[in-house]
């Protein structure tokens, strides 16, 4: 099964920089939406061949600048080392839409 990666300021763009696609869940540790919709963003991740990052909105300020964060769980979307877009989503099937949406095939 895909894991998450965790990931803190210091070796995000390292990090990311590595992955020809990923998934970055910006979370919170009072997230209770953001333990709801992990499982469901492993197994997307897992199906699809994704590296799978989560990072810590509120403890790493630098990597949260990267994406417009209005709410959590937010999840930015990788491809050659670059975030391409953003989401906010719970739900599989936005998920997959606005991954198939940005290229992603299979989604």
Do not use: H
């Amino acid at each position: 099964m895909t894991e998450f990666i965790e990931l803190t300021d210091s070796d995000f763009s390292s990090s990311i920089s590595a992955s020809s696609i990923a998934l970055v869940d910006y979370y919170a540790s009072w997230c209770g939406a953001c333990r709801m919709a992990a499982p469901m963003f492993r197994r997307v991740a897992e199906e699809l061949k994704m590296d799978l990052f989560k990072i810590d909105a509120e403890k790493n300020p630098q990597s949260r600048e990267m994406v417009e964060i209005e709410n959590l769980p937010t999840l930015a979307l990788v491809k050659n080392g670059q975030i391409i877009a953003s989401i906010c989503t719970t739900r599989e099937e936005s998920l997959r839409t606005f991954l198939k949406d940005n290229g992603v095939q299979g989604a």
